[in-house]
């Protein structure tokens, strides 16, 4: 894949290697540059500057995150501390200490570390501003702790892959949280459908596809970066121009079809949690007893009563999210089965076979 001989390269790093063996990539002086450059933009869209001591506890080595946040830091101006991952109680000592005003590492580490700053009696001497946390899928309800956690500071994210550049590649500004610019100068964007590649209807999900503009040693056309989003196009509040594209709505193995319409898990999700009469907890049944299959989302009542007006309002929301016929039921508190242990599985089949939620 390198488009330069190994002696142009200056860097190498690898992806984490999710889905397998991890994927080398390379770096020419040029590409690490760019690198430095994104990271101190998404830096200075969560509201960092030259007069704030950054504490990085990304990993750092081979995994991009740790350089990537660093060489940003350090091109903004910013004070760098390369904590790096692990150690979480050296970590808040040196939070307290150095006086760091952001962090950058995984949402999940950053509520670890408020926990144990808590613990240890530190909290109140951290003066965190901002967070750039990414590396890790995280919902709005994480952003609220972790902000809530560090006494209200600015949690933005980050998003990247090692396959583009690394982190960087988009960024939430913290006057715009929901959406992510993407920095569009070095790395084009595209939302297809992942079924035959053409572009997604407007403001409709689809797989965010990168082209990479200005890198040279490993290039990219047209890379399928698997996350499934959206252009947000509405004018950002921080008055930045650069792309905006929605927060990940998950990845397209998640994707289900059904009557040749894409049906993302997430959008169903996220309908169920905005309606206040419903509980969190829900099911989508794919019925696939006849050829053409049928759609039915299950959910629950947050208090009893009134569940044929919240199903007709529900099924009415759906239908204009999805452009799909659907069919709703919702219950009394408690019917959807609770699972106790690992990841809630919402995604069942109905078959001729098998009726995961019988009649009744
Ligand atoms: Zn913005």
């Known amino acids: 894949m390198a488009a330069i001989p190994l002696d142009g390269a200056v860097r190498i790093h690898?992806?984490?290697?999710?889905?397998?063996?991890?994927?080398?990539?390379?770096?020419?002086?040029?590409?690490?540059?760019?690198?430095?450059?994104?990271?101190?933009r998404a830096i200075a869209c969560a509201g960092g500057g030259p007069a704030d001591v950054l504490h990085v506890a990304y990993g750092y080595g081979l995994f991009t995150g740790g350089?990537?946040?660093?060489?940003?830091?350090?091109?903004?101006?910013?004070?760098?501390v390369p904590a790096s991952g692990g150690n979480a109680g050296l970590q808040v000592q040196l939070l307290a200490d150095l006086g760091a005003t952001g962090l950058a590492c995984t949402p999940s580490f950053a509520l670890l570390l408020a926990e144990r700053a808590?613990?240890?009696?530190?909290?109140?001497?951290i003066r965190l501003r901002f967070g750039v946390f990414g590396a890790e899928p995280w919902s709005e309800a994480l952003r609220a702790k972790v902000e809530q956690a560090w006494g209200g500071i600015d949690a933005c994210d980050i998003y990247g892959l090692s396959e583009v550049i690394g982190p960087g590649v988009a960024a939430e500004c913290r006057e715009g949280k929901g959406a992510l610019h993407v920095f569009d100068d070095h790395f084009l964007p595209e939302v297809v459908d992942p079924e035959n590649g053409r572009p997604a209807a407007e403001g409709r999900?689809?797989?965010?596809?990168?082209?990479?503009?200005?890198?040279?040693?490993?290039p990219v056309l047209r890379y399928r970066s698997g996350d499934i989003t959206r252009f947000v196009d509405e004018p950002c509040p921080c008055g930045r121009t650069h792309r905006r594209?929605?927060?990940?709505?998950?990845?397209?193995?998640?994707?289900l079809v059904v009557r040749g319409v894409n049906v993302f898990p997430s959008e169903i999700e996220a309908a169920v949690l905005a309606d206040p009469a419903l509980a969190g907890h829900y099911a989508i049944v794919v019925d696939r007893r006849e050829a053409l299959p049928e759609l039915e989302i299950r959910a629950e009542l947050a208090v009893p009563g009134g569940a044929a007006a919240v199903?007709?309002?529900l099924g009415a929301r759906l239908e204009e999210l999805l452009r799909l016929r659907v069919s709703v039921?919702?219950?009394?508190?408690?019917?959807?089965?609770?699972?106790?242990?690992g990841k809630a599985k919402r995604v069942f089949e109905r078959t001729a076979e098998e009726d995961p939620f019988p009649a009744g």
């Open 14 to 40: 690898a992806s984490s290697g999710t889905r397998g063996k991890p994927t080398i990539v390379l770096y020419t002086a040029r590409d690490v540059d760019v690198f430095a450059e994104v990271n101190a």
């Open 67 to 80: 350089l990537g946040l660093h060489y940003g830091g350090e091109r903004l101006g910013a004070t760098v």
């Open 118 to 125: 808590a613990e240890a009696g530190l909290l109140d001497r």
């Open 205 to 218: 999900l689809g797989e965010l596809v990168l082209t990479t503009l200005t890198k040279e040693a490993l």
């Open 245 to 255: 594209i929605a927060r990940f709505s998950g990845r397209i193995d998640d994707m």
């Open 311 to 313: 199903a007709e309002r």
């Open 329 to 341: 039921a919702v219950g009394e508190p408690g019917s959807i089965p609770r699972q106790e242990v």
